[in-house]
Every structure is written in structure tokens, then in C-alpha cells.
Nanobody, 128 residues
């Protein structure tokens, strides 16, 4: 049974930082590209970032480039999202997702329907 479990969300002030983690189990982690999506209240789920199986390539939505960094530790079956210079518009539930493709160039990695497994989400609230 595949499980993706996110953690690390919370309340942070504008300009602050958070690090999200997503621990995967029940799958061969290196067979999967991983991604983070987010969904704000009343909005559709939005692609944030994706990373290939070996961490060699990653992509980001324009609004987070230079502020967010995705990484993975295949020995720990975990993907991370380091978020800096957070803004109120970053407030959302953040979800990690797994696609059974090794490279993000092999599929439409910014489309939610390309992903096979999802976590339950972790809330990130940016507010003073």
C-alpha cells in the first residue's frame, strides 16, 4: 500500500521560511518523479515544483522561482520543499505527489492528473 505523508506545515510570518517533508512508503522511490502541488481556498490545485528520480532536474512554477527549492533523499524515501521569503499568496494546503516516471521531462509534470499517488496535504499559512 503506497503512502505519502507530508509534514512541516504551519503558521509563519511574511518573509519567513518553512521546510516541508514528504515521506514515501510502499513503492520503489527511485522509480518515481516527485512533485509538490498546492491548493488555496476556492482555487484549483496548482503545480509548484517537480523533481526527477535522481534530483538531477527540477522545475518550478514562476511564482516560486528563486524562493522555493525542491530536493530528495532517496536513502530516506523523502522529498523536501524548502520555502523561503514566504508571502501571503503562498497560503495553501501543500500536497506531495508521485508519478511513475523517472524523469520530469518524460511526462506533463505540471498536470495533476499525471500523478499516481497523493499525500493528504499539510497546511501552510503565511500571515502576520
Amino acid at each position: 500500500q503506497v503512502q505519502l505523508v507530508e509534514s512541516g506545515g504551519g503558521l509563519v510570518q511574511p518573509g519567513g521560511s518553512l521546510r516541508l517533508s514528504c515521506a514515501a512508503s510502499g513503492l520503489t522511490f527511485t522509480d518515481y518523479a516527485m512533485a509538490w502541488f498546492r491548493q488555496a481556498p476556492g482555487k484549483e490545485r496548482e503545480f509548484v515544483t517537480a523533481i526527477s528520480w535522481n534530483g538531477g532536474s527540477a522545475d518550478y512554477v514562476d511564482s516560486v522561482k528563486g524562493r522555493f527549492t525542491v530536493s530528495r533523499d532517496n536513502a530516506k524515501n523523502t522529498v523536501y520543499l524548502e520555502m523561503n521569503s514566504l508571502k501571503a499568496v503562498d497560503t495553501a494546503v501543500y500536497y506531495c505527489a508521485a508519478a511513475e516516471e523517472q524523469y520530469i521531462t518524460d511526462y506533463d509534470h505540471n498536470r495533476a492528473d499525471e500523478y499516481d499517488y497523493w499525500g493528504q496535504g499539510t497546511q501552510v499559512t503565511v500571515s502576520s
